[in-house]
């Protein structure tokens, strides 16, 4: 079963930060927090991951709380192309496990 | 660089059955997992292949198995397929000496079983 909680579905205004939550309060200390996203009929994209401090990169950012029990993914511009489901997924060396994820639709 | 890449994009089987799946990695990655995905679920472990081995299983019976070669590519076999097997099999590449499960997917093969 996926270690994480994520709401099934979020609206966004096109031209607004998107964020997306995450729970994980079972998360252990050599797990990483993952974030993927799966756009219509196409493989699962990777975004980031992270294991205690914030990350950023060309994508998005990640903000994980001091305690490691939840994260936040932020999209800082969302665009009609960032309509996608998004998974967050906690994970050591150990396989990817995805829970149903978070459906975010960009509107205009 | 060349990413994943998997053939065919659809197939159409019937139960019973036997089908075959065929995954490209990307360019310097040595590991492959393969995933299946139901209509309205995320992706489900099936089994990874490292070095031609498999290198860890998920809950799924031994009429699911794997190949990888030499260049890394793999295959997915299904045997005596039923029609719950209807469903997009994903395969992702990774490196095995990155300590992050970073993964790269590929677009798929849809399976239809009647």
């Known amino acids: 079963d996926a270690k994480t909680t994520q709401p099934p579905s979020m609206d966004c205004a096109e031209g607004r930060a998107a964020n997306l939550p995450c729970n994980h309060s079972?998360?252990?200390?050599?797990?990483?927090v993952y974030w993927y996203r799966q756009i219509h009929s196409q493989g699962p994209q990777y975004i980031i991951h992270?294991?205690?401090n914030n990350e950023t990169n060309e994508m998005a950012s990640l903000i994980i709380t001091e305690d490691r029990k939840s994260s936040t993914l932020i999209l800082p511009h969302a665009t009609l192309r960032d309509t996608a489901v998004y998974y967050c997924?906690?994970?050591?060396?150990?396989?990817?496990?995805f829970g149903k994820g978070t459906r975010l639709s960009v509107i205009a | 660089e060349t990413g994943v890449t998997q053939s065919p994009t659809h197939l159409i089987k019937t139960r019973g059955q036997q089908v075959t799946l065929r995954c490209s990695s990307q360019?310097?990655?040595?590991?492959v997992s393969w995933y299946q995905q139901a209509l309205g679920q995320g992706p489900q472990f099936i089994f990874q292949?490292?070095?031609?081995?498999?290198?860890g299983r998920g809950n799924f019976p031994p009429r699911f198995s794997g190949l990888q070669f030499p260049n890394y590519s793999s295959e997915l076999n299904v045997n005596a397929l039923e029609l719950d097997d209807s469903a997009l099999y994903l395969c992702?590449?990774?490196?095995?000496?990155?300590?992050?499960?970073?993964?790269?997917f590929g677009p798929g093969t849809r399976l239809t079983v009647l």
């Open positions: 992702a590449s990774s490196r095995r000496d990155s300590s992050y499960n970073e993964q790269f």
């Open positions: 079972t998360i252990s200390g050599n797990e990483y």
């Open positions: 992270g294991l205690k």
């Open positions: 997924i906690v994970s050591g060396n150990t396989p990817l496990v």
């Open positions: 360019s310097g990655h040595n590991t």
């Open positions: 292949y490292y070095r031609e081995e498999e290198n």
